[in-house]
T-cell receptor, first 114, second 111 residues
C-alpha cells in the first residue's frame, strides 16, 4: 500500500533540545510539506519542498529546519529556537506542486515540551 | 492577503439527518477546491474535490457545491452517521500556488 508515514506518533522534548520528526512517502510524489496545527486551529505551513535538494520557507519557518536529500524523505527538525513547539505536526505530499491535485497527509506527530 | 474561511466553527446534527458545512473563499482566481475530514488525533483525509469549471460534484453520501458568483463552497453529507463526527476543512488553490486551508468546522453527530 502506498502512503505517507510519520514517526514517532508522540514525542517529548526537554527545553533547549533539538528534535527531528520523520516523514517518509512511497507515493513517488515530488512535493512534500510540513504543517503545524494548534488545538482548535487550522493548518499553518512551516516548510515545503517541490523537488529533491530544494525547499522553501512557509509562513512560520522560524525555529524549524528541514532537508530533502531523497525524494521519499522530508524530515523536520524543531530547534531550541522554536519557543512554543508544543503542537500537532502534519506532513503531506502531492504528485507535483503545480497540478490541480490535493495533498495526502500522514497521521501526525504530537510534540510536547516537558 | 486572500484567505479561505468557514462560516460556522461548530455544527451539531441528529444522526440520520443531512448536514451542510459551508466555506467562503476570497480568491476569485481559485480554480481547485478540496474538502478534508480530520478525526481526533489523526491526519486530514481527502473527501471530495471540485474544479472551478463545475458547480456540483457527488461522491458516496457527499456532495460538494461551488458557487463562484458569491465565492462559496459547501459540503453536504447525507444520512449522517456517528463516524462522520470530525473536523472538516475546506482548501483552495489557484494555478501553481499551494493549497490554502480554512480553519475548520467541527461536526458532531447526536445519537
Amino acid at each position: 500500500d502506498g502512503g505517507i508515514t510519520q514517526s514517532p506518533k508522540y514525542l517529548f522534548r526537554k527545553e533547549g533540545q533539538n528534535v527531528t520528526l520523520s516523514c517518509e512517502q512511497n507515493l513517488n510524489h515530488d512535493a512534500m510539506y510540513w504543517y503545524r496545527q494548534d488545538p482548535g486551529q487550522g493548518l499553518r505551513l512551516i516548510y515545503y519542498s517541490q523537488i529533491v535538494n530544494d525547499f522553501q520557507k512557509g509562513d512560520i519557518a522560524e525555529g524549524y529546519s528541514v532537508s530533502r536529500e531523497k525524494k521519499e524523505s522530508f524530515p523536520l527538525t524543531v530547534t531550541s529556537a522554536q519557543k512554543n513547539p508544543t503542537a500537532f505536526y502534519l506532513c503531506a505530499s502531492s504528485i507535483n506542486p503545480t497540478g490541480g491535485y490535493g495533498y495526502t497527509f500522514g497521521s501526525g506527530t504530537r510534540l510536547t515540551v516537558v | 492577503g486572500e484567505n479561505v474561511g468557514l462560516h460556522l466553527p461548530t455544527l451539531s446534527v441528529q444522526e440520520g439527518d443531512n448536514s451542510i458545512i459551508n466555506c467562503a473563499y476570497s480568491n476569485s482566481a481559485s480554480d481547485y477546491f478540496i474538502w478534508y475530514k480530520q478525526e481526533s488525533g489523526k491526519g486530514p483525509q481527502f473527501i471530495i474535490d471540485i474544479r472551478s469549471n463545475m458547480d456540483k460534484r457527488q461522491g458516496q453520501r457527499v456532495t460538494v457545491l461551488l458557487n463562484k458568483t458569491v465565492k462559496h463552497l459547501s459540503l453536504q453529507i447525507a444520512a449522517t452517521q456517528p463516524g462522520d463526527s470530525a473536523v472538516y476543512f475546506c482548501a483552495e488553490k489557484s494555478g501553481n500556488e499551494k493549497l490554502t486551508f480554512g480553519t475548520g468546522t467541527r461536526l458532531t453527530i447526536i445519537p
